[in-house]
């Protein structure tokens, strides 16, 4: 499958991408990650019919653009799902999106241990068919994604 910066995103790919928004969005919380929320946020994104590398896209140009400003929130507790759908929507239709998407080419793929050990989780969610190849170790990449949370 070759890689796209943008994915399609109809009313009828709404059901299946909110469960997806929600869980990805849980990463840029300030808090850390327990193995029960690797389970549960895998559980979520494995059961999604979006590949792992439609999840890398929806990460990064769709959550986030929306959630990274948390790094001056400060939020905990989660994001409300109406607020953050909303801002997905209203930065997908921005035309502002396409400069920070003109950006992300190097930086598709977040490199961090916590993304890959959530990936990594997420295919023992996957039927054989789906499983993807195991991204590369990358950790060290210069342009590498950094959650809040180490």
């Given amino acids: ?6 994915l399609k995103l109809t009313s009828s790919d709404l059901p299946y991408r909110r469960p997806v928004w929600a869980a990805l969005s849980e990463i840029f ?6 193995e029960a929320d690797y389970e549960r946020l895998a559980r979520v994104l494995g059961q999604s019919p979006y590949t792992t590398e439609d999840l890398n896209v929806i990460l990064v140009t769709e959550v986030r653009p929306v959630c990274i400003w948390n790094l001056f929130w400060w939020e905990w507790a989660g994001f409300d799902s109406s607020w953050l ?12 999106r396409l400069l920070y998407m003109s ?3 190097t930086l598709l793929y977040p490199w961090t241990p916590e993304w890959r050990r959530l990936l990594q989780t997420v295919r023992r969610y996957r039927t054989p068919e789906s499983q ?7 950790a060290s990449h210069p342009l590498a994604f950094h959650p809040l949370h180490t």
Avoid: C, K, N, W
Wanted: net charge negative; glycine share 2%; hydrophobic share 45%.
């Fill in 1 to 6: 499958m070759a890689t796209t910066l943008v």
């Fill in 29 to 34: 919380l300030d808090t850390s990650f327990a």
């Fill in 85 to 96: 759908e909303a801002r997905i929507l209203s930065h997908r239709a921005s035309p502002f």
């Fill in 103 to 105: 950006g992300l080419l």
């Fill in 132 to 138: 993807q190849a195991p991204p590369p170790d990358t």
